[in-house]
């Protein structure tokens, strides 16, 4: 076989929803070849320079002037700040140089299409980003390096849907405003994460490459962008080919502004599809980390009847079920049953079900006059209403604070 021809299908693309949806949905054959493949690799070896410059100067500031430092660029800019530190004004001066494709009215688009959803957009983020992503083994390993995800699992991911309603709100992603600000503070975390990984004597370099390299960025952008388009579409939703562009638009704005390199940012669906499918060959090789991170996650669904008796006991088993067998459904049988997913054939007929009436809905709401402009209302205050009872379950703090004061975990 030479360097230019396409290589087999790697085995997330093989069986279950990703399969299906690759042959629905895909643009043809998206096989990527043997130099393609070594291209995207070189991309592991490399990490964000800028962010970690800042983190650094961080640490040589005294406790809390550089994160103080940082708040007041990201909410006012770099110009508001006088005599600012080179790392500092080195770092904004990247971010607010809005690159000529940004179209802020396709931001705009792109948001109102998520937002439309509800509370349904959660669904792919858990079920399918997060508990897929989990199977990219080298990408988890600073997860349980830090012991994040097993010592506060249902805090992550709480952590994880508020910032994503954050950064998909209508007007989120202007300068200053809090989306925007929501993805810079998440850069800096994974600049301290990266910092902290690199400073153990046990990170396997060879093995896992850089920590929270290029690569693994672009795969978490790709699990929020294309993989919650499929997923959307597999649970019913209808999104015309112009509102997947629009979102696919804000993520790659998105990765910008997380300091993803431009040859790593899908412009198109299609361009996402192929980069999905060279992820898929070299980063999906699950482990038992893998699995005690899924553990992790499925724990999270349960905790949903903690303190409610025999009835939340009840209620956290469903959630463990549905949420499985939506997770089953898309990574399919070989995976899942890798990961300890429920196999539960009447939670996943419920899923399909209720993906068939959504479906059923979504023709309706198309043909409906004035329809999607009231589903984008009720969409959006029912987003308004699940980040408030999100934000009572914990204390959370939108500058990720926690995160970025935690020292380097010892060896």
Known sequence: ??????????????????????????PGDIRGTERQRRRLRAFAQR?????????????????????????????RGIGGLDAPPRELADFFASVEATPYWVDHQRLERGARAIVRTGVLSLFPLGDMALMGGYLASRAT??????????????????????????????GALRT?????????????????????????????????????????????????????????RLLGVRYTERERADIMHLWRYVGWLMGI????????????????????ATEFIPDEDSKRLAAALLRSHADVGRDRGALGQVLGELSVRVHGSISRLVLGRTNSDFLGLPDDPIARLAVLTAAAGNFAAETVRQHLPGATWAQER?????RRRYAEQLSRLVEHDPTYARHMRAPSPAA
């Open 141 to 170: 390993k600073p997860l349980v390096g830090t012991g994040a995800i097993e010592r506060a699992a249902s805090r992550r991911l709480i952590e994880t849907a508020l910032w994503w309603l954050d950064v998909t709100t209508p």
């Open 47 to 75: 990490e964000d320079p800028q962010a970690d410059a800042v983190v650094e100067l961080m640490r040589s500031l005294p406790r809390g002037r550089g994160r103080a430092l940082f708040e007041l660029a990201a909410e």
């Open 176 to 232: 200053g405003a809090l989306g925007y600000t929501s993805v810079l503070r998440v850069r800096l975390v994974h600049a301290h994460v990266r910092a902290a990984m690199n400073s153990r004597d046990d990170w396997d370099y060879e093995a896992w490459d850089r920590p929270v390299n290029q690569v693994q960025t672009a795969g978490t952008l790709l699990l929020f962008s294309l993989v919650y388009v499929v997923g959307m």
């Open 378 to 382: 009720l969409g959006a205050l029912a």
């Open 261 to 280: 390199d431009d040859e790593l940012l899908p412009a198109t669906e299609d361009d996402a599809w192929r980069l999905l499918w060279l992820l898929a």
């Open 1 to 26: 076989m030479t360097a230019d021809e396409r290589l087999p299908d790697p085995a997330l693309l093989r069986e279950g929803g990703f399969r299906l949806a690759t042959r629905l949905f895909a």
